[in-house]
């Protein structure tokens, strides 16, 4: 019995819980905050480079790709450091909530777009001969018969992605964005007990787990409806 | 002007090459730990995730969702400060490794799923009648259709293990980021992070490169 008691003073303890629930509940606002800001600018930014892509103008191509290819390279959490101590030497000041903003969302915008453009790929050139030959213009054909295509194909893996990028959000800690594991790491260091990061954890997995399992479901959902 | 002294400094890149270097040498280290056991672990995950064993299997499964729940910081911070409570005592080397292998077994564990869920069925039923064991059967039958069909997904998982191991700046084990992070704070530059981030570069895109010309050619 006093195993089980050390163990839940060591993990658990209720006082603390009391103390920090309010913190963590407003820390887990801002991540759910800052993810769906990520979301919507990621996403719309990557599916715009991908159809600007589909037009071919060589040099423009070439920006897009090596944009693509150099956020997918670099670890965010160098992008991170690079914009927040960088741009204030620069003259351009930046809440830590826009840098975190915008680099999630720079990431989430070239992973997306290579997707998209895979997916613009994959469908079949006889689905684009066909729409021109009814006298569809291109970008006609794009928006209303290669694009819906294409989409739907990008859903599993567009999930996937995009939740291991919003996880990103607990970077925001090192730049001092008060999210989940910021605040509860901060807690931790200042009570000397591990209770406030065990509920930064449940925090974490109430917000994580419904959506990794909706990921599995899509994946499943999509990879049916083709076979 | 500004901004070609803010990150491209020539005299303090030169300068902080030194410890740069250094930590490059922690940062391939982690790789050489976690990638080759991460691998590993990945297939003992996927492969327990298949077993008929429904105790093993929701145990994995469970695991596999925890573990990929968590955001990788966070895990790692939780094992730095969570094991001294533990009892258990590990360096910060070891303590990154464990955590970033948490994490990244599962994903490998998903990735190999989705292989061997790619051969099919009759694969294993032709083996099997053909008088192979279950063992020779996957590790000579199932595995190789399996891990060729999987391969870009694998290097790209491996690209994520590369870049994950930037976080262990955060507990302050001196590898590439935390290198060129002392740098830029002992002399108010970012261009040792430049720097950093041309290395990172310089490795991870021809393996990003190799990755997608994969995929073309398996025609994904």
Redesign the interface.
């Known amino acids: 019995m006093g195993t089980t008691n050390q163990f839940i003073d060591t993990f658990f303890r209720s006082d603390l819980v009391a103390r920090y629930f309010d913190d963590i509940a407003q820390a887990t606002l801002v991540t759910i905050e800052v993810a769906a800001c990520v979301i919507v600018t990621g996403i719309g930014f990557g599916l715009l480079l991908a159809i600007v892509r589909s037009y071919k103008v060589r040099a423009v191509n070439f920006v897009i790709v090596a944009f693509s290819d150099i956020c997918r390279s670099l670890p965010p959490l160098v992008l991170i450091l690079l914009t927040y101590f960088g741009l204030p030497g620069l003259g351009i000041d930046l809440s830590n909530f826009c840098v975190l903003w915008i680099v999630l969302s720079l990431v989430l915008a070239a992973f997306s777009e290579e997707i998209f453009w895979s997916g613009i790929l994959s469908v079949r050139r006889g689905q684009w001969e066909a729409a021109r030959s009814t006298g569809l213009g291109y970008s006609t054909t794009l928006f209303f018969v290669v694009l819906p295509q294409a989409i739907r194909i990008t859903v599993p893996p567009l999930t996937n992605r995009t939740i291991v990028i919003i996880k990103n959000t607990a970077l925001g800690s090192v730049i001092g964005v008060p999210e989940i594991l910021n605040v509860a790491s901060t807690a931790e260091s200042f009570v000397g007990n591990i209770t406030p990061l065990t509920m930064g954890a449940l925090a974490y997995l109430a917000l994580f787990i419904p959506i990794t399992v909706l990921g599995r479901w899509i994946e499943a959902q999509f990879s049916w409806t083709r076979a | 002007m500004?901004?070609a002294h803010?990150?491209f400094d020539y005299q303090t890149m030169i300068n902080s090459l030194p410890i740069l270097w250094k930590g490059l040498k922690m940062t391939l280290l982690i790789c050489a730990a976690v990638i080759p056991l991460g691998l590993l672990g990945g297939l003992v995950v996927a492969l327990g995730r298949q077993t008929r064993l429904t105790a093993v299997r929701i145990t994995v499964i469970a695991l596999i969702?925890?573990f990929?729940?968590?955001?990788?910081?966070?895990l790692l911070?939780?094992l730095y400060?969570?094991l001294p409570?533990?009892g258990v005592r590990l360096s910060p080397f070891s303590c990154v490794c464990v955590a970033f292998l948490l994490n990244t077994s599962a994903y490998y564990g998903e990735v190999y799923r989705a292989g061997l869920e790619s051969v099919g069925r009759g694969q294993r039923e032709a083996a099997r009648s053909t008088g192979l064991s279950y063992m020779q059967t996957m590790l000579f039958v199932v595995l190789p259709q399996a891990i060729r069909n999987v391969l870009p997904d694998l290097v790209s998982n491996t690209?994520?293990v590369v870049?994950?191991?930037?976080?262990a700046?955060?507990v302050a084990l001196p590898e590439l980021?935390y290198s060129a992070?002392m740098a830029?704070a002992a002399t108010l530059?970012?261009s040792p992070?430049?720097l950093?981030?041309a290395i990172?570069?310089a490795i991870?895109?021809p393996i990003?490169?190799l990755a997608?010309r994969l995929?073309h050619r398996l025609g994904?």
């Open positions: 500004n901004l803010q990150y969702d925890l990929r729940a968590l955001p990788p910081l966070f911070i939780l400060a969570g409570f533990m690209v994520e870049k994950l191991t930037s976080l700046s955060v980021l992070d830029r530059n970012s992070i430049v950093a981030a990172y570069l991870l895109w990003i490169r997608s995929e994904h």
